[in-house]
């Protein structure tokens, strides 16, 4: 859908690009535009934004998993074809950017995780390039895939997102991903014993001696309800920040392409200010990647801590 007429208002051009393409289950009797278009209680694609949220949570979007998997292949692809290439000369082309990315990437661990594991490395790497591969789709235009999408689907009001980062379902799903590791290398580096100790003992230390002991298990429930907040906290932050900046962005794009159908002269003000802010939003995707990875670092390097030993072999 364009902004030259194919909607009917800005209002709708913008939610309209804002949409996923969501596929669920549909109960009947639900409606669109004032019309019952589901006589029974079955698996669809959604035709409208009522539609979508009767589905509820078992709706599943399906543009941002075929890019977010689509772009991871790519990903993987390109990483194995330079790693069949690689050699001990100087290296040239593709294979010299991948390996600045990978050294890059390798000093961050090293200088934000002090411990040794063969696992953090290249989880960071694959968060970085991913998380950058799908942000960088935020640099097409807003209308072309979108719109070639349409004429292929046959339906002018076809809702098709290209920016998986755009959707809190992929980044919340990274940061829940991230949380789950870093869950699962505490309790394999500190034992389980160790880390409900962590989680009960920490910041406040229960009293052992005296009559103060028996403040102990309020204490306790003190610092458990302290800590698990601070632990959910962690992968709410991690996905809500990558999906508010690059959410932010993606609505800038489209703002901006709005004014090409308002006349000659905001046209080319607009092809202006679309060239500045890709610019300006290569930065910004870079860095969203950038700080994601830095973040999952320094929470593996947190699950690996402990105050009885220095350092950890995986």
């Given at each position: 859908?364009?902004?030259?007429?194919?909607?009917?208002?800005?209002?709708?051009?913008?939610?309209?690009?804002?949409?996923?393409?969501?596929?669920?289950?549909?109960?009947?009797?639900?409606?669109?535009?004032?019309?019952?278009?589901?006589?029974?209680?079955?698996?669809?694609?959604a035709k409208c934004p009522q539609q979508m949220e009767a589905m509820g949570f078992s709706a599943i979007h399906i543009d941002s998993m075929l890019w977010s998997i689509g772009l991871g292949i790519v990903f993987l692809a390109i990483f194995y074809r330079c790693a069949k290439k690689a050699h001990?000369?100087?290296?040239?082309?593709?294979?010299?950017?991948?390996?600045?990315?990978?050294?890059?990437?390798?000093?961050?661990?090293?200088?934000?995780?002090?411990?040794?594991?063969?696992?953090?490395?290249?989880?960071?790497?694959?968060?970085?390039?991913?998380?950058?591969?799908?942000?960088?789709?935020?640099?097409?235009?807003?209308?072309?895939?979108?719109?070639?999408?349409?004429?292929?689907?046959?339906?002018?009001?076809?809702?098709?997102?290209?920016?998986?980062?755009?959707?809190?379902?992929?980044?919340?799903?990274?940061?829940?991903?991230?949380?789950?590791?870093?869950?699962?290398?505490?309790?394999?580096?500190?034992?389980?014993?160790?880390?409900?100790?962590?989680?009960?003992?920490?910041?406040?230390?229960?009293?052992?001696?005296?009559?103060?002991?028996?403040?102990?298990?309020?204490?306790?429930?003190?610092?458990?309800?302290?800590?698990?907040?601070?632990?959910?906290?962690?992968?709410?932050?991690?996905?809500?920040?990558?999906?508010?900046?690059?959410?932010?962005?993606?609505?800038?794009?489209?703002?901006?392409?709005?004014?090409?159908?308002?006349?000659?002269?905001?046209?080319?003000?607009?092809?202006?200010?679309?060239?500045?802010?890709?610019?300006?939003?290569?930065?910004?995707?870079?860095?969203?990647?950038?700080?994601?990875?830095?973040?999952?670092?320094?929470?593996?390097?947190?699950?690996?801590?402990?105050?009885?030993?220095?350092?950890?072999?995986?």
């Amino acid at each position: 859908m364009a902004a030259d007429g194919n909607a009917s208002t800005t209002t709708e051009y913008i939610q309209h690009h804002l949409t996923n393409w969501t596929f669920g289950k549909l109960p009947a009797g639900t409606y669109c535009d004032g019309k019952s278009v589901q006589e029974t209680t079955s698996w669809v694609v959604a035709k409208c934004p009522q539609q979508m949220e009767a589905m509820g949570f078992s709706a599943i979007h399906i543009d941002s998993m075929l890019w977010s998997i689509g772009l991871g292949i790519v990903f993987l692809a390109i990483f194995y074809r330079c790693a069949k290439k690689a050699h001990t000369g100087v290296p040239t082309g593709m294979l010299n950017l991948i390996e600045i990315i990978v050294e890059f990437v390798d000093n961050t661990v090293k200088d934000s995780f002090q411990y040794r594991s063969r696992f953090v490395a290249p989880l960071a790497l694959t968060i970085f390039v991913w998380v950058f591969m799908m942000n960088l789709m935020d640099l097409m235009p807003v209308d072309v895939i979108p719109h070639l999408a349409t004429l292929v689907a046959g339906d002018p009001g076809f809702y098709f997102k290209i920016v998986p980062t755009t959707d809190p379902n992929v980044t919340l799903g990274m940061g829940f991903t991230v949380f789950f590791l870093m869950i699962a290398f505490s309790v394999r580096q500190k034992g389980l014993i160790g880390f409900i100790k962590e989680l009960t003992l920490h910041p406040f230390r229960p009293p052992t001696k005296g009559v103060a002991i028996i403040l102990a298990p309020v204490i306790i429930a003190i610092n458990l309800i302290l800590e698990v907040v601070t632990l959910l906290a962690r992968p709410v932050s991690l996905g809500l920040r990558l999906f508010g900046n690059m959410y932010a962005g993606e609505m800038i794009f489209i703002l901006i392409a709005t004014m090409f159908g308002a006349g000659l002269l905001l046209g080319l003000f607009a092809g202006v200010l679309q060239i500045g802010w890709a610019l300006f939003h290569i930065i910004i995707i870079t860095l969203q990647a950038f700080v994601f990875m830095v973040l999952t670092i320094v929470y593996m390097a947190m699950a690996f801590h402990n105050d009885e030993e220095d350092q950890f072999t995986n």
